[in-house]
């Protein structure tokens, strides 16, 4: 067992190598991951009408938020996992398994009422188009059913990230994505159900992933003991694990509705600017992988260091981070501004919605040169527990910049996508300038021992 917890251990060693190696399972897991939603919309897209393309955009948009919802509450437990094994106290993680499981299974039993109860309101709020709007209430209603499984999908994940393991959540996802690419070329190419049968796979892959991923931990060894006295609701670490997920959740789930804002403002103008900003979304997706994944390496790999109070080590790691994502978001650009129509060909036919997310994606293109920088400090920030901070700058840029921004585009005449995305990087701009700010702070005001004195010890 302490062989284990050494190979999962950041607090010892080199930095780079380690962090990258975490990194890579970790983008690769997320690549798979938008896997999902971009299976459904390729093969509906070759396969289905632009009314079905809609509908999944918008509906898959839809569960994306309440979904990153759930897994950024999750994110207090990878950090709370990370924090005890930095201190040496990672026997405490049966214990802190054993809440999340009751938090969350309350957690998805809500969700799953609210979100079938309400799948037509939450369309009709989202002004999906007339010709989409019963596909779009459809697939919101199927895949709001597989909530709970989708929430125990997201938790296996965030708890092997906390013990620094991100290889058993890159398998669970292959497995899903796996399941969900067949389930979608028979339900939507072959028995053609369109959007009702790609929400469909999606659940029933994400279900076969968990009955899978249960017996693989059945078979793994832990660096800490999960024994059934340990699964009940414990006030003590549902406390923690809430006051560190929770600002990030509401982060994420505040700056997912200023996007679901830009989709409603875009569904406004028709169902080819609707799909076309959802095929672009899509591709948005797999463009914003890299920062997203030292994101994440990011948070788990500084949680155990401020725990073992190494912050030298945590800073460096933030150093590292920022300057490898850049180099690869440099090709990012390239690719999202110059060439977004082929990359919107891969996921539809329809040459009208092909060049409206071109045009989106332009925006976006500029965006990929900015999300390396405020990504690896979010991760950095959330890493430290200092998640308040990351929720605030995430609302600020949300609702001060991206929705105001957006809204004002689109009154415009002509109407252009390119200017309606450009809300985002101007907001991702105010999001680094914050993040720079608050480093600022905490050096002059010494919150993080080694921004006091920086000669500390190097490994």
């Not at 292959?174 to 929400?199: E, F, R, S, T």
């Amino acid at each position: 067992m302490e062989q284990i917890e050494r190979q999962n251990s950041f607090i010892e060693g080199r930095i780079l190598a380690p962090l990258v190696k975490f990194a890579l399972p970790v983008l690769l897991a997320l690549f798979l991951q938008s896997m999902y939603g971009a299976v459904d919309l390729l093969v509906v897209g070759r396969f289905g009408t632009p009314a079905d393309v809609s509908a999944v955009s918008t509906g898959s948009h839809i569960m994306m938020t309440l979904t990153n919802l759930v897994s950024s509450l999750a994110m207090g437990a990878t950090i709370l996992l990370g924090r005890q094994i930095g201190e040496g106290n990672g026997q405490k993680g049966g214990q802190t398994v054993g809440a999340c499981v009751v938090l969350f299974a309350l957690i998805g039993a809500a969700m799953t009422l609210l979100i079938v109860a309400g799948a037509t309101g939450i369309a009709r709020i989202m002004q999906a188009p007339a010709g989409a709007f019963d596909l779009t209430v459809a697939y919101v209603r199927i895949c709001g059913a597989g909530t709970l499984v989708i929430i125990a999908y997201n938790l296996i994940g965030s708890v092997f990230r906390g013990i620094g393991d991100s290889a058993t959540p890159l398998i669970t996802v292959a497995i899903a994505c796996a399941c969900n690419i067949a389930g979608d070329l028979l339900l939507v190419a072959a028995l053609h159900m369109g959007a009702a049968g790609a929400a469909i796979a999606t659940v029933a892959a994400q279900a076969v992933s968990v009955a899978i991923s249960l017996m693989l931990i059945r078979k793994k060894r832990l660096p800490f003991r999960l024994e059934r006295a340990h699964i009940r609701f414990n006030r003590e670490v549902v406390g923690q694990v809430v006051g560190l997920g929770l600002p990030i959740a509401l982060q994420d789930l505040l700056v997912g509705v200023s996007f679901l804002v830009i989709q409603a403002i875009v569904n406004s103008l028709g169902v080819v600017p609707s799909a076309g900003v959802g095929v672009a979304e899509k591709v948005c997706g797999f463009i914003m992988l890299v920062p997203s994944s030292f994101s994440q390496a990011m948070a788990a790999f500084v949680a155990q260091n401020a725990g073992a109070n190494r912050y030298d080590r945590a800073v460096k790691a933030l150093r590292y981070g920022i300057t490898v994502s850049f180099l690869i978001a440099i090709v990012m650009f390239y690719l999202a501004f110059f060439h977004g129509d082929l990359l919107a060909g891969l996921f539809s036919g329809d040459a009208r919605v092909v060049a409206a997310a071109a045009d989106y994606l332009k925006s976006y293109g500029i965006d990929c040169l900015l999300t390396p920088v405020f990504f690896c400090f979010i991760g950095f920030y959330n890493g430290i527990g200092m998640t308040r901070f990351v929720m605030l700058q995430g609302i600020v840029s949300a609702f001060c910049v991206r929705v105001p921004v957006s809204w004002l585009m689109s009154r415009r005449t002509p109407v252009s996508l390119f200017h309606i995305g450009l809300a985002t990087p101007f907001s991702s701009s105010l999001q680094i300038v914050l993040c720079l700010l608050f480093m600022a702070y905490l050096r002059k005001k010494a919150v993080i021992p080694s921004l006091r004195d920086r000669s500390g010890p190097r490994r």
